[in-house]
Nanobody, 124 residues
Framework: QVQLVESGGGLVQAGGSLRLSCAAS????????MAWFRQAPGKEREFVST????????RYAGSVKGRFTISRDNAKNTVTLQMNSLKPEDTAVYYC?????????????????WGQGTQVTVSS
């Protein structure tokens, strides 16, 4: 059974940093892209960042580019999201996801396994 467990969320002041981690189990994920999405209250889930199965290719939403960095460790089946210069508008539940393919995708429909989410709150 595939399981994704996110950790690292919390409360931080604007300008601060957080590091989210996602531990995957139940299969080998090195052949599949992994991604982070987020959902703020009253809003749809939105793409944040993705990384290819090999880790060579990455994509970021325009709103986080230059502030967030995604990485993965295929030996440990983990993906991390380093978030710097956080803003109040980054407040959301952050979800880890595993894709259908090795290539990166920004589309929700291209991800088949999801974690339960971790709350990130940025105060002004």
């Amino acid at each position: 059974q595939v399981q994704l467990v996110e950790s690292g969320g919390g409360l931080v002041q604007a300008g601060g940093s957080l590091r989210l981690s996602c531990a995957a189990s139940g299969r080998t994920f090195s052949s599949f892209a992994m991604a982070w999405f987020r959902q703020a209250p009253g809003k749809e889930r939105e793409f944040v960042s993705t990384i290819s199965g090999s880790g060579v290719s990455t994509r970021y939403a325009g709103s986080v580019k230059g502030r967030f960095t995604i990485s993965r460790d295929n030996a440990k089946n983990t993906v991390t999201l380093q978030m710097n210069s956080l803003k109040p508008e980054d407040t959301a539940v952050y979800y880890c996801a595993v894709g259908r393919f090795a290539a990166v995708s920004t589309l929700y429909r291209d991800y088949v396994y999801w974690g339960q989410g971790t709350q990130v709150t940025v105060s002004s």
